[in-house]
């Protein structure tokens, strides 16, 4: 394995840190969304019940994630999610990516989440060798996915890539964990893409 580690290791996507501060307006600047929802408001007993009559059918999870990818580009007190509409690599087809941003109270980014296609998996992990350098452990599982509204299920390789550099923000000098697997969770998703892959960006804490 080639192992990249004469530079630090980042902890951003696209120029946004963990580590950094920035409200939720500042968050979506940065990735050129200029109007979003508030996912803060809360539901009405209509469209509560509307979501656990949608569950029974799709899971949960799907259910949730339907209605965020209906709602589009939203934030709430700790997060911000652009559920489509950013593309990473370069050339014809780039490759659509979903992000999700968490804060604390201070507003300090402590997560970076991205999902992508599992199909686009090897093409993003070229990229992810790029910025982050090919210095990864990797572990294997088998893992059952489940669609879950016929309950058939299908054995699956799911690969999992930890770094093993934690990153750093050289603006704060807080440190974190990346971590991409091969595929999220083990229902089939009913949104696009129907298999995701992720990337985790983690900050390291250091309130213990």
């Excluded at 656990?52 to 999610?81: F, H, M, Y």
């Excluded at 690599?89 to 201070?106: L, Q, S």
């Excluded at 093993?164 to 697997?181: E, F, Q, Y």
């Amino acid at each position: 394995m080639l192992n990249v580690a004469s530079a630090a290791t980042p902890c951003d996507f696209k120029g946004l840190s963990v580590g950094d501060r920035a409200t939720p307006q500042q968050i979506m600047q940065r990735f050129g969304v200029t109007k979003y929802a508030d996912s803060d408001t809360p539901l009405t007993p209509d469209q509560l019940k509307a979501r656990l009559e949608r569950a029974k059918e799709v899971s949960l999870i799907n259910a949730l994630e339907e209605e965020e990818w209906k709602q589009g580009p939203a934030c709430d007190k700790t997060s911000c999610r652009i559920p489509y509409g950013i593309t990473v690599g370069e050339g014809p087809f780039p490759i659509n990516v979903g992000v999700f941003i968490a804060f604390d109270k201070t507003e300090k980014i402590t997560a970076i989440d991205l999902s992508y296609s599992k199909s686009d998996w090897d093409d993003v992990l070229q990229l992810l060798n790029t910025k982050y350098g090919n210095n990864w452990r990797k572990d294997e599982t088998e893992e059952v996915t489940t669609d879950y509204k016929n309950k058939k299920s299908e054995l699956d390789t799911v690969t999992v890539l930890t770094h093993r550099n934690l990153g750093t923000n050289p603006k704060t000098g807080d440190k974190c964990s990346i971590i991409a697997m091969s595929r999220d969770v083990v229902f089939l998703h009913t949104t696009p893409p129907a298999y995701k892959a992720v990337l985790e960006i983690r900050i390291i804490s250091k309130n213990f």
